[in-house]
């Protein structure tokens, strides 16, 4: 049987087979984004216990970490940050060079204060304070999703 007789016969069965394929490895990847951005996930590291643990005694505990952590423009720009955030983080983790204070940068500020302005737009709406004007979410209410006893975080090195 030459292969084009037989891609003839099958090509029906390879457009199912790669749907199916296609189904099943785009629910896999959407479910391990799900999980690699929840709280588990990310206070499985040893430098990230503590902010775990805080996070855990903090009103938005049902959140996932990616909430506040990562930018929610569009897919590409959430998955790309994903990808680079994740990498940095497992990089520091295997290099175990965490500082024993973990701090946002100035990006990660950024991002975290257009999440919160996303998720309390409405409450927002009737709000003036300086601090709307700066877009400083932070500025008053950093300790919301940590608590207000922030524990040391990073790794302990001997």
């Known amino acids: 049987m030459e292969i084009g007789d037989f891609l003839k016969k099958n090509t029906l069965k390879f457009l199912i087979a790669g749907f199916a394929l296609g189904v099943v490895a785009s629910g896999a990847g959407a479910f391990f ?33 990616t909430e506040c952590h990562l930018p929610h423009q569009n897919l590409a720009i959430y998955m790309t940050a994903k990808a680079t955030t994740g990498m940095v983080d497992m990089y520091h983790e295997v290099l175990r060079d965490y500082p024993a204070k973990i701090k946002l940068s100035p990006d990660g500020v950024k991002m975290v204060n257009e999440n919160c302005l996303r ?35 990073g790794i302990k090195v001997e």
Not at 129 to 145: E, F, G, V, Y
């Open 119 to 153: 998720c309390h737009s409405a409450t927002m709406d009737g709000v003036y304070h300086s601090a709307t004007a700066n877009r400083d979410c932070l500025k008053c209410h950093r300790r919301i999703a940590h608590g207000s006893n922030h524990l040391e975080g």
């Open 33 to 65: 984004t799900s999980v690699s951005g929840s709280p588990a996930f990310c206070g499985s590291c040893h430098s990230m216990k503590e902010e775990k643990a805080t996070f855990a005694a903090s009103s938005h505990r049902a959140l996932a970490c």
